[in-house]
């Protein structure tokens, strides 16, 4: 990501990742995202395959932070589909960029949520964490 990347250019790339996600999880992981509410349950199933995984062999880090980006570009377009919001670049520690959705004054950061679900703790819903930000978003 480059660091004077426009709104416009952000959102077109997180687009791209989301669709990179529904190819991944449809040809390693047998898994239909149709972009529904519903295909979270299938997002969390992969993203606790891949849990499973780590704990046995642990998968670089280009590829967990690379999973985690795609998987919550897809989760991140289907909050912005349902609910509104934009897609932002904190580059606060410029090692470290994030992408996360921001809505009003809320911030939504899909991406990190994944990573927590495939490095440490598999009992995460994304599901349930989406539910709950987009009640909370409706507030």
């Not at 979270?40 to 993203?47: A, S």
């Not at 349902?82 to 004054?105: E, R």
Request: charged share 15%.
């Amino acid at each position: 990501m480059q660091p004077s990347m426009s709104p416009q250019e952000l959102a077109n790339l997180m687009q791209g990742s989301a669709t990179d996600a529904v190819h991944y999880a449809q040809d390693e992981h047998q898994l239909q995202l149709d972009n529904s509410i519903d295909s979270l349950h299938q997002v969390d199933t992969l993203l606790s395959s891949l849990h499973q995984r780590e704990q046995q062999q642990r998968h670089s880090a280009e590829l967990v932070f690379t999973l985690c980006n795609i998987i919550g570009a897809y989760v991140g377009q289907l909050f912005i589909a349902n609910v509104g919001g934009h897609w932002q670049l904190n580059q606060a520690d410029s090692d470290a960029p994030f992408v996360y959705v921001q809505f009003q004054d809320k911030e939504f950061p899909f991406a990190s949520v994944c990573y927590h679900k495939i490095t440490r703790d598999n009992s995460i819903s994304l599901y349930d964490y989406v539910k709950q930000a987009m009640a909370n978003a409706m507030q």
